[in-house]
Nanobody
Framework: QVQLVESGGGLVQPGGSLRLSCAAS????????MGWYRQAPGKQCELVAG???????NYADSMKGRFTISRDKAKNTVYLQMNSLKPENTAVYYC?????????WGQGTQVTVSS
């Protein structure tokens, strides 16, 4: 099974950028559908972006044009580039891997957008 470790979160001012990384071990990310989810305080976990095994991508409507998900097979890592960040993007961001009926999650990384 795959193990996922997120990094790259932190405090950023509104309008700033962050790149989150999801480093995988134990298996190749290329065989999984990968996704980034987020959970803000008091809210449900929601999909931010996803990338399929054929590298097609999908985004939540509010993130389209600002966020980009990508996969580096050589580094076995999935990224989420986040631009033009807004205070409402503040949340814990989780990496997710899905293959067949199996789902795996990372521990999450905190993103705080505040001046």
């Amino acid at each position: 099974q795959v193990q996922l470790v997120e990094s790259g979160g932190g405090l950023v001012q509104p309008g700033g950028s962050l790149r989150l990384s999801c480093a995988a071990s134990g298996d190749a990310v290329s065989i999984y559908s990968m996704g980034w989810y987020r959970q803000a305080p008091g809210k449900q976990c929601e999909l931010v972006a996803g990338i399929s095994t054929s590298d097609s991508t999908n985004y939540a409507d509010s993130m389209k044009g600002r966020f980009t998900i990508s996969r580096d097979k050589a580094k076995n890592t999935v990224y989420l580039q986040m631009n033009s960040l807004k205070p409402e993007n503040t949340a814990v961001y989780y990496c997710n891997a899905i293959r067949l009926v199996y789902k795996f999650w990372g521990q999450g990384t905190q993103v705080t957008v505040s001046s």
